[in-house]
């Protein structure tokens, strides 16, 4: 479809321009970016299915918003509710991924699904059988036997298994390799700091996973684990609960970009309720540690100058929560902004999305506000574009006539405010 949307402020997805500015979309991609009242190429020709004005109201236009570590499958810290029957997890699916367009996610990077659900989710998007956020996926992470996500795992128990999984995993069509490098809060039987992947394990799969092309993330939350993932030269880290100055200069050194995921430590810290159900106990003793040291191992790495990207793990359509407790950690709303923006789009290797600009995909959002100033604004979605579609929009917007793939509902009631 072909719009034109026109706004008072915009966040390019790495700078602000408090500036009033139309955006013209066409096929799916930004065909042009002018000061508001320049000539635009529809001015002349082009049918508009949309022709927006908000250049008069309080609010800002961004990138669509990347949460680049999320389990669609997943739905709460329960572990009997995460071995549903696959029909009911993909439906399940569906509606979490509904949870993160309404927030203004437009992609995510889905870091594990058990049986490959999270491929089979893209080709139903695919085929038109149902609304999505952009799914880059990693299938079933690769754990060790009887590990941390062993539900959803493929077990590995060799370097030379870990080549063969990564092969299978290279069939499968994933696009990360995703390793369990470390136990996690909530792993029955083991403290979260276990190293579960042994050293030569995580240099093989990282060696087979970059011959092949594709990239590597470490859930590693703490303990020796850590320091084995980065040396091993995983992409990206994933949770990193008590980064040292050690560490963090390592993946400096390495390119290693962070992605602290405090949303899921505060949730499991602070007991948020999830349909119905809470996190253990266990888990939420281990969580209130991590969140303890949290905040200064975000600050470390960005002192450090390691690339700091928003992801939430399974609280969906939380983004705009991860990228408050970015900016309370010590990112400037711009840097955090960045983070779920073009830093995350980097991390995906998309060129093509996290950024306002002339041929960038039509992924887009506008928010009441100025989240600029103040990112809380995140939370009130306007409008939310994908690949030049809209798929949301608030109500004010519909009784003006603009109409949404998925209506004017609100956020999913498991969403933490
Ligand atoms: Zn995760």
Not at 33 to 50: I, M, Q, R, T, W
Not at 376 to 400: I, K, S, Y
Request: glycine letters at 10%; one cysteine or more.
């Amino acid at each position: 479809m072909n719009l034109r949307l026109t706004v008072p402020r915009w966040f390019d997805g790495r700078e602000a321009h408090a500036r009033r500015w139309t955006l013209t979309v066409a096929d799916g991609r930004i065909a042009g970016l002018e000061a508001a009242n320049g000539a635009s190429p529809f001015d002349v020709d082009v049918n508009l299915d949309l022709d927006l004005d908000l250049g008069a109201e309080d609010a800002t236009l961004l990138p669509g918003l990347i949460d680049a570590h999320v389990h669609l499958a997943i739905t709460n810290t329960d572990p009997a509710t995460r071995e549903l029957p696959p029909a009911l997890l993909a439906l399940r699916m569906v509606r979490n991924g509904h949870a993160q367009l309404r927030a203004g996610v437009t992609t995510v990077r889905d870091l594990g699904a058990p049986d490959g659900l999270d491929g089979q989710l893209r080709r139903a998007f695919a085929e038109g059988l149902a609304t999505g956020p952009r799914l880059h996926l990693a299938g079933r992470p690769l754990v060790a036997p009887g590990g941390h996500a062993a539900f959803m795992g493929r077990p590995v128990a060799s370097a030379d298994d870990a080549r063969r999984a990564v092969a299978e995993a290279v069939a499968a069509g994933v696009d990360w390799v995703k390793l369990m490098a470390t136990a996690g809060l909530s792993t029955a039987g083991a403290e979260a700091s276990e190293q579960q992947l042994p050293d030569a394990v995580l240099q093989a799969a990282v060696s087979e996973a970059h011959a092949a092309g594709l990239p590597v993330a470490a859930h590693a939350v703490a303990g020796p684990g850590v320091r084995a993932a980065i040396l091993a030269g995983v992409d990206s880290l994933e949770h990193g609960y008590a980064l040292d100055a050690d560490d963090v200069a390592a993946m400096h050194d390495r390119g290693t970009v962070y992605v602290p995921t405090r949303t899921v430590v505060r949730q499991v810290a602070e007991a948020f309720e999830i349909e119905g159900s809470r996190p253990p106990a266990r888990a939420r003793a281990a969580a209130k540690r991590a969140d303890a040291t949290h905040g200064d191992a975000i600050r470390r790495a960005l002192a450090a100058g390691v690339p700091i990207v928003a992801g939430t793990d399974y609280q969906h359509g939380a983004l705009p929560l991860e990228v408050a407790l970015l900016v309370d950690a010590g990112l400037t709303p711009t840097e955090a902004l960045r983070a779920a923006t073009s830093a995350a789009a980097r991390l995906l290797r998309r060129p093509d999305l996290g950024t306002l600009e002339v041929g960038a995909r039509a992924d887009l959002l506008v928010v009441r506000g100025d989240p600029l100033r103040d990112v809380r604004a995140l939370r009130d979605p306007l409008l939310v574009v994908q690949g030049g579609a809209v798929v949301w929009c608030a109500p004010e917007l519909a009784r003006r006539g603009v109409s949404a793939s998925l209506g004017t509902r609100t956020l999913s009631p498991g969403t933490p405010g």
